[in-house]
């Protein structure tokens, strides 16, 4: 009777003892992953469809943070409020970090508007929020009139309507009577 006392005393003490290695297995961050191909998705705000996003690959990553890469290339189509495609943008790479509602762009970024409007740079911000481009990069836009680089970055809104370069130079079309 004593030794199954004490051999289950035994047994009951050395398994509350914490192994180290397998506290860190069970408690450490995973990382988890989903992927779907071809993906079409469409976003929304107040109601509205804003823009039509297509890419081959899709990955969400979830770890302390949660994004969505778009590691072989992404479209996407915005929208004016009549759903028509006002803009286009291409990337060879995305990353949507669903938190902050923002999307990095790089490699051979290019926008384009219905009119023709061109914005060009290895190295893209988009804030859905607000409805904006920026970039701290070398950047390009040419219009039909206009021909601006900009070697520090710009920040734009998504229609390309408005656009401002930091350090720009380029050529700019000015009317004769708009000169002082």
């Given amino acids: 009777m004593y030794a199954a006392a004490i051999i289950t005393g035994c047994i009951f003490i050395y398994s509350c003892e914490n192994d180290q290695k397998a506290i860190d297995i069970w408690t450490k961050p995973k990382e988890l992953k ?12 107040d109601g509205k469809v804003k823009a039509k996003l297509t890419a081959p690959l899709m990955l969400r990553i979830t770890t302390t943070t949660i994004y969505v890469e778009f590691p072989n290339s992404l479209h996407v ?12 943008l291409d990337s060879k790479y995305g990353k949507y970090f669903e938190g902050e509602e923002k999307v990095y762009l790089r490699d051979s970024v290019v926008v384009v508007t219905v009119a023709g409007d061109t914005l060009k740079s290895p190295d893209l911000w988009w804030d859905q929020g607000k409805g904006t481009f920026y970039t701290d990069k070398y950047a390009v836009y040419s219009s039909k009139t ?3 680089q900009g070697g520090e970055g710009l920040e734009a809104t998504d229609d390309l309507k408005t656009v401002t370069f ?6 700019v079309e000015v009317k004769e009577d708009s000169l002082p």
Wanted: a neutral charge.
């Fill in 166 to 171: 930091k350090k720009p130079t380029g050529l």
């Fill in 146 to 148: 206009q021909l601006i």
């Fill in 34 to 45: 989903e992927e779907a191909t071809k993906v079409e998705s469409y976003f929304s705000q």
């Fill in 77 to 88: 189509d915005f929208y004016n409020d009549s759903t028509k495609v006002q803009t286009r």
